[in-house]
């Protein structure tokens, strides 16, 4: 992998056809962009690049994104500026918004939805795995009016033991009442990512038919 140019370390796995499809790949508390180096290969998507991005903040040798309850909101509006300020720059000439996903895990997942659903362009898909949400109801309230026009997929642990399922469960029907396309799936696994995931999220990037993606 190479890396980019950002105002955040990272990992870039290039397309190996020229292509403006990117996935941001955002990890969760205590890992770094090196947690996720195994992801992008079960993607069968010789069109899409990857950025897999490292969090701001150190945590016991790994990185953050913010701080832990009740003290979560200035990271997490930091991460988010952040994040502006590089998808901004990505998406000026060297990939495109609309064919792009915004992907998460766990701290990377709650930002997926709190930056995500805020930022001002708008992307092909959002993949959030076993996260919450710090605000919905704010969130509905902030979000980019457009975002109701993309597909989410979310998923999540029925023995999740860091994040309660219930309560994150409850915090996604709230933002799939307030209009947000979210396709929910529950898994009898922990507080980590599974095989079967990684397939549904693969059906899923090939359901965006509009992105026109080529069969493997």
Known sequence: MNTLNLKLKNLFAPSKIPSKKLMILLHGRGDSSLGLTGIPPHFNRYDMNYLLLDAPY?????RSWYDL??????????SSKILTEILDELFEEQFEA???FLFGFSQGSLLTFEFGARYHKV???YIAISGYIYDA?????????KVKEAKWLC???????VLPYVTSKEQVEILQKGGLDIEFHSYPKEHNIVMEELELIEEFMKSLKDLGFPKP
């Open 98 to 100: 609309s064919e792009s």
């Open 69 to 78: 309850p009740p003290n979560q909101l200035e990271g997490i509006e930091y």
């Open 58 to 62: 150190d945590y016991f040798g790994g």
């Open 155 to 161: 998923t999540h642990g029925m023995r999740d033991g």
């Open 123 to 125: 992307l092909a898909g």
């Open 137 to 145: 109801e704010k969130i509905l309230k902030e979000m980019n009016p």
